[in-house]
């Protein structure tokens, strides 16, 4: 493949920006990859792993000249980032970003940028429970997918970045911002939220200890704690940034899971067996989709006989 | 390893059961090995596939004569099965199960036993998404707890068991029956019912098409799914044989839910951050347990840069 972009800032150094540069790298996407981060330590360890071709002190610095500047910041961090590389753009530049939030951050980010530069918005629905600029790898965004929410973006502008993000191995796909959030609440944000209930449940419970939790964590609990284990700012900017559906789905399943209880209270054993066989035929869907592996356990015991 | 039970009869085939076949087979902990299905098709396929030396036409041919026989149904099952084989036992045969619940199945099975058999139930801690008779495999119960309650069951035929289960890879623990049922609410049955909900929701949103919430699913929501992918009667039993702390857990479930839906209404970003700190915490305690992988996202896209 060629070069998309001759200058590519990117703004934030965690898992989906060091994973963009090996992803990029891999095929040769990027001219010239310079990468910042609020955080000096973060800075520091990048240039010490020689993450990109230029580490610079702050965004302003790296945005400076960029054909396309990433925004890969917490969501709640994006505004503040956008009103500072505004004077710097230059014209004809794309500015995205990789929030997990896509209304949010076109309302903090849009009002701060010159109509001289395209803004471009998308979310890689990629991602580990690690972070910082060691836990990237170049196989992160293979086969997953990465919304584009193009608003009234340039079409060649929109085309290019679509070009970036299969090049880096996703499949695209383009969505309004709402519908965008509303999908995001239901496959990622309100799980997260029930992953990190259930773990802080767990660890409130006083009779059972710490250890037994821990030491018994196979039996289902330790997946949730995966899920739990993401990062803490990423996930408390989601949550206050998509909060009209994130609480809607939240009412949805309380519901549901209301509807359950009262089955086990009463003893309907019919209710709940049609329920968990209805749930098998998804993951079957999942699976078909290529969106997992079909491996026992996620492959962790594989099958050897 | 020597040989340790001469005859173990299997009653059921699923994934626990063909498990156990296999890391005998491995450690040649048993002489011989009866198994037996209700479903004629199950015991076909144990047939063809060679699963066991014998495979028995009913429970009552399996148990007859065996040193050891292992209840391998649905909890649900357990009392009738215990009622059609007590005629056949062998006296100073152990009986024991893998139910996933402890309390209920004392109740059903004991009475039905005569005085001159042990009765030592068990439950390991290890499963896949996966059942029937093809998904056994040795390495299950490798690095997993066993966690017996003997009650007031004879010494040497607890140690005896015990053994055994170390001999399949097993760590073992002993525990009381009401103890064991909470800590499992907490680790395994609560986890599993909302990880149901959850797919159940996504499912049951019609502006969200099916389609979306598989093709987006590895953002989070496969995680659920593959929980919610367990076998359903299995399931169906443990909720109905565990209602007591299931109901407790969910309780506190969803008075925690509730807080934290509160917070995100209330745009109160520092308890947010504040609980996800704290539950990252935990996840770090399961990999020093060494109950899980640390591999990013379970290993399923390994690191190779």
């Not at 500047?69 to 956008?82: F, I, N, Q, S, T």
């Not at 471009?120 to 990629?126: G, K």
């Not at 790898?137 to 060649?156: K, S, T």
Request: charged residues 20%; hydrophobic residues 45%; glycine residues 8%.
């Amino acid at each position: 493949m060629s070069v998309i972009y001759n200058r590519v800032a990117l703004i934030g150094l965690g898992l989906i920006a060091s994973s963009m540069v090996h992803a990029m790298r891999r095929a040769g996407l990027a001219g010239e990859i310079v990468g910042t981060s609020r955080s000096a330590e973060t800075r520091a360890i990048a240039r010490e792993i020689g993450l990109c071709d230029h580490i610079a002190e702050t965004a302003a610095e790296a945005a400076d000249g960029a054909d396309l500047v990433v925004l890969c910041v917490p969501v709640g961090a994006m505004g503040a980032v956008a009103a500072e590389i505004a004077p710097v753009l230059k014209a004809g530049a794309t500015v995205s970003d990789v929030g997990s939030v896509k209304q949010a951050v076109i309302d903090a980010v849009a009002p701060h940028l010159p109509d001289t530069v395209h803004f471009v918005p998308a979310h890689p629905l990629a991602g580990t429970e690690q972070s910082g600029p060691r836990s990237g790898f170049a196989e992160l965004f293979d086969n997953r997918w990465c919304l584009i929410v193009p608003g009234d973006a340039d079409a060649d502008a929109v085309a290019r970045l679509r070009g970036l993000w299969e090049g880096m191995g996703s499949f695209v796909e383009t969505m309004e911002a709402d519908h965008h959030d509303l999908v995001l609440a239901v496959t990622s944000h309100t799980p997260h939220l029930i992953a990190y209930t259930m773990v802080g449940v767990a660890d409130d419970l006083r009779r059972v200890t710490d250890s037994e939790v821990v030491k018994y964590s196979a039996a289902g609990f330790r997946d949730f704690t995966r899920i739990a284990a993401s990062d803490p700012t990423m996930w408390r900017d989601v949550f206050l940034n998509n909060k009209e559906a994130t609480l809607e789905i939240l009412g949805r399943f309380t519901e549901e899971l209301f509807a359950l209880q009262r089955a086990i209270r009463q003893g309907d054993g019919d209710m709940l067996h049609d329920y968990f066989t209805h749930t098998r035929a998804i993951r079957r869907g999942i699976i078909e989709a290529g969106q997992d592996t079909d491996a026992p356990n996620f492959g962790r015991a594989p099958k050897k006989t």
